[in-house]
């Protein structure tokens, strides 16, 4: 049974309406501006050593199912992470604005590159510095 409020639905009874991970691409779109991005991080002497380089690939899954599943994908982040506690998971680190403005000119060039239409680009964009901003945790250089 779906318990999940229904506003419109197809002739199955399926939901219908719009869902911006499906509409920008669905995981692809979400791997590739991760990917990216993670291409520009391992070039960053700040950046860099907070990222487990002994499982970049982990850590890239683990950004790409976080993503796609607060843009309407799959739920599979949570059901094997639990809750994303981004405030938690990264207080180990020192989240600096330097860090954060790195971390931004890096998801920036990788937005960049997904070509996608303005209205979703800034929807994206808006989230992404709203995390950064959020993860900021020192203000020590």
Do not use: C
Request: proline share 7%; hydrophobic share 35%; glycine share 10%.
């Amino acid at each position: 049974m779906n318990d999940r409020l229904t506003l419109r639905a197809g002739p199955g009874g399926e939901p219908v309406g719009s869902n911006f991970w499906r509409e920008v691409g669905g995981r692809p779109t979400f791997e590739k501006l991760v990917r990216a991005f993670y291409d520009g991080v391992q070039t960053d002497e700040v950046l860099w050593p907070m990222y487990p380089q002994d499982d970049l690939e982990g850590a890239i899954q683990r950004l790409t199912g976080f993503l796609e599943q607060y843009w309407g994908g799959p739920g599979t982040y949570s059901e094997q992470r639990g809750h994303p506690r981004l405030r938690i998971r990264h207080n180990p680190f020192r989240v600096n604005p330097d860090a954060r403005d790195r971390w931004l000119r890096h998801m920036r060039v990788a937005v960049d590159g997904l070509g996608l239409s303005p209205l979703h680009e800034t929807m994206l964009w808006d989230y992404l510095e709203r995390a950064a901003h959020a993860m900021v945790n020192t203000f020590d250089e």
